[in-house]
C-alpha cells in the first residue's frame, strides 16, 4: 500500500489543516478542559507535551503499511482552531480502510 498524506480540506465554515508542530500552543487551550478526558482518561497536554506528541505523530507511523492522517480543525470565520480530526488508514481487504477520531473543544 502507497502511503497516503493529509491535505488541506475546505468547507463553507471550516478547515482541516495537516497537522504541525506549530499549532501545538493554540490547540493545548482547545483541548484544555478535562471534561474531555471523561472517557479516554488522563489530562489535558502542556503545549510542551503536545509538540512532543505532535513531532512524533507527524513523523508518521512506523508501519509502511499503515499512513497516519492528521488535522487540525479551523473554524475560518473567527480564525481559530476548534478541534483535531485523525484517521489510521491500512491495507484491507476490498482496499484501504480507514479509523476516524475527532475531538472538538467543549466551547465549539
Known amino acids: ?7 488541506t480540506i475546505r468547507t463553507a465554515r471550516l478547515d482541516l489543516l495537516p497537522l504541525c508542530v506549530g499549532h501545538a500552543e493554540e490547540m493545548a487551550e482547545v483541548l484544555s478542559d478535562p471534561a474531555l478526558h471523561t472517557f479516554i482518561g488522563g489530562a489535558p497536554d502542556t503545549p510542551a507535551e503536545l509538540r512532543s506528541r505532535y513531532r512524533r505523530i507527524s513523523a508518521g507511523s512506523p508501519d509502511p503499511a499503515v499512513s497516519w492522517l492528521n488535522w487540525v480543525v479551523r473554524l475560518r470565520g473567527a480564525s481559530c482552531l476548534t478541534g483535531a480530526a485523525q484517521a489510521t488508514v491500512s491495507a484491507g481487504e476490498l482496499g484501504p480502510t480507514a479509523e476516524v477520531a475527532w475531538v472538538v473543544g467543549t466551547p465549539w
Do not use: D, T
Open 1 to 7: 500500500m502507497s502511503g497516503f498524506e493529509p491535505e
